[in-house]
């Protein structure tokens, strides 16, 4: 425990004064691409919330457009217009209505889940950018459509 | 008889009556103790944030007045600091119907003009006049920002009331409600951080870094039908599916989105690009099976699947998988190229071409492939690798004695400093202790560019 401790400190300050946030392998973590500047997170734990929020957001989407709905999240995290870090952008408040409403802890992430997170973080990104999603069937804030469409996957319309 | 029935009835629902009451009231407590809470751990990120701001300021302030280069890195990263906080308490802070986008923006390229300023003077570069001039106008900035949040937060009468509280009014004298006042304050404040032009700067916030990434090599138009060949060709030559859609995305780099699906629900997309068709990646959503294949079968068969591709020259430099038994396994190829040094041709690998393929185990076949970052820096014409000007004596040279090098290093690299931006530098894996690091000095500038903690187990290599 001391140990991992020592390596998330260590490499908090790494990422801090590098500059170089995060990642999965070297050449994510060298690529600007993924300048996150989160605080220290474990790989697992961010997983894991993110797989959570893509259960919460899209269960019964094809496989691609749960890696959308994490490449979002991912995304978000690169901007300036959003809150820098996986939790911070999932916790935004009223972003995503799963977390609203409490159901990404009310079940649990399967496999698929776990799998579309993972290759969020690890960079895919089927969106090709986007910053936000939703399902144009459900009401939504008229806000949402000033938004430029950039891609459909299944039920979702993903936007910049 | 039935007289005492009625009077155990009566009984009985008198208490189920004052059960259900006292029930009520300890949930209505807890939910008013859940909302004051709620709104109390909003009301410190506001003052959380009205601090950060002022102390980004006052940092900014310092910065501009030291003389010495130490002291601007350390105030300069402080102001950073300050943003990132401020982003944070920014984040927690709820006012209906106001929209955060510009003030976030604001403080984020701030924090990050800093930083990127602050890392040019800790490895010996300087700022110009022009720069100084710049954060000025940003400190400025911050500064009417400062006294904004502060104006709502006086407006808004936060301190120490329940003026906000859900169902509670407070201060009714006051000219507006608390939450009118916050919100009227943000809007406000939103207008006046739109106004204020971003740095021009390269950073990763910078707005000519947030612009889209491009094909390094485009090519000509491809049709919607050769899309869907090449499409579903690649994952699973030969597969058939129960039907084949494309669609089309104008992401970063626009494509065309190759669907197939199967009798069982599970879709395979790839994503092609509209110019060159070159596919960008590529995603089988089969539920995947027990792992019945080990890690090296797994990279031959990533190996053979990108030979399968036309691919030659990759070398591998990490894989990652969930857990010891996972049924799955991401590896990340990079390509290489050659340089002149010391009278010889050696090899340079360019950590910016990225190609990523995830192998299942179940089956031994690539599930998932990426590309996007290859094809953008490949073979880019714009790209120029020049011979090191710092050779490797001088470059270990910058490392402390007491790192020690491990064997096969240093490697010479191209590693991306910004979207924009690639550095020729000498990679040495290197132990102190227990720990192992990779650290990157500029094979150009004989700098020391980037530090990174390596840390390797059983589920692969994690850089951080």
């Not at chain 2, 500064?143 to 009014?169: H, M, P, Y």
């Not at chain 2, 132990?431 to 192992?436: E, F, I, L, P």
Request: proline letters at 5%.
């Amino acid at each position: 425990m001391h140990n991992r401790t020592r390596v998330l400190a260590t490499a908090f300050l790494t990422a801090l004064v590098s500059g170089i946030a995060f990642s999965a392998d070297i050449p994510e973590c060298l690529s600007a691409s993924t300048y996150v500047l989160s605080a220290p997170q474990s790989w697992w734990d961010e997983v894991n919330l993110l797989s959570r929020l893509i259960m919460g957001e899209a269960t019964g989407e094809p496989f691609t457009g749960q890696v959308g709905v994490g490449a979002v999240v991912i995304n978000r995290t690169r901007s300036p217009s959003f809150p820098g870090t996986i939790p911070g952008v999932v916790y935004d408040p009223d972003a995503f209505e799963s977390v609203t409403v409490g159901l990404i802890w009310s079940r649990t992430p399967d496999d698929n889940h776990v799998r579309a997170a993972e290759l969020a973080i690890n960079g895919w990104d089927p969106t090709g950018g986007a910053l936000f999603f939703w399902n144009p069937s459900k009401p939504v804030s008229p806000w949402i459509w000033s938004r430029a469409i950039i891609a459909q996957i299944g039920n979702h319309v993903f936007a910049r | 008889m039935r007289q005492r029935g009625r009077t155990g009835l009566t009984i009985l629902l008198g208490v189920i009556a004052t059960v259900a009451v006292i029930l009520s009231m300890a949930q209505y407590r807890q939910a008013k103790a859940a909302k004051v809470q709620l709104e109390a751990s909003r009301q410190r990120a506001l003052y959380s944030l009205v601090a950060d701001v002022e102390n980004i300021e006052a940092s900014l302030a310092k910065a501009r007045a030291a003389s010495t280069m130490g002291q601007q890195t350390t105030l300069l990263t402080a102001s950073y600091s300050k943003a990132q906080s401020a982003r944070e308490s920014l984040a927690q802070v709820v006012v209906p119907g106001v929209d955060f986008t510009n003030v976030r923006q604001f403080i984020a390229r701030t924090g990050d003009y800093c930083l990127v300023l602050s890392q040019r003077l800790a490895r010996g570069g300087a700022v110009t006049p022009a720069e100084w001039s710049e954060l000025a106008r940003l400190e400025a900035g911050v500064k009417d920002l400062s006294s904004a949040l502060l104006t709502t937060l006086q407006k808004a009468s936060l301190g120490g009331t329940r003026a906000t509280f859900v169902g509670v009014q407070g201060f009714k004298s006051a000219a507006l409600s608390p939450a009118d006042a916050l919100s009227q304050g943000f809007s406000e404040i939103d207008q006046l951080t739109q106004s204020i032009p971003s740095p021009v700067y390269d950073g990763p916030f910078s707005e000519r870094n947030q612009a889209l990434l491009a094909l390094a090599r485009p090519g000509p138009p491809i049709s919607a039908e050769d899309a869907k060949n090449v499409g579903l060709g690649f994952l699973n030559p030969g597969e058939s599916y129960q039907t084949v859609s494309v669609g089309v995305t104008e992401g970063s780099i626009p494509s065309y989105l190759v669907t197939g699906k199967r009798a069982d629900g599970s879709e395979v997309m790839t994503a092609v690009a509209k110019q060159g068709g070159a596919v960008l990646w590529a995603q089988d959503g089969r539920d995947l099976g027990i792992a019945k294949h080990d890690i090296q079968a797994a990279r031959d068969a990533a190996g053979a699947f990108l030979s399968s591709k036309g691919f030659s020259g990759l070398k591998e430099t990490g894989w990652r998988k969930p857990g010891p038994r996972s049924n799955r396994i991401v590896f990340t190829f990079v390509s290489t190229t050659w340089v002149r040094y010391g009278g010889t041709d050696v090899p340079v690998i360019l950590y910016p071409d990225t190609v990523k393929v995830e192998v299942g185990l179940d089956s031994g076949r690539a599930v998932a492939f990426d590309q996007r970052p290859y094809l953008t820096t490949h073979d880019n014409p714009m790209r120029a690798i020049p011979s090191p000007l710092i050779s490797r004596e001088e470059a270990r040279a910058v490392l402390k004695m007491d790192l020690k090098v491990l064997d096969g290093s240093p490697r010479l690299t191209v590693i991306p400093i910004l979207p924009t931006t690639e550095a020729l530098a000498w990679e040495f894996r290197a132990q102190q202790g227990d720990d192992t690091y990779l650290i990157y000095v500029n094979a150009m500038t004989g700098k020391e560019d980037v530090v990174l903690h390596l840390i390797e187990d059983d589920t692969g290599a994690m850089a951080v």
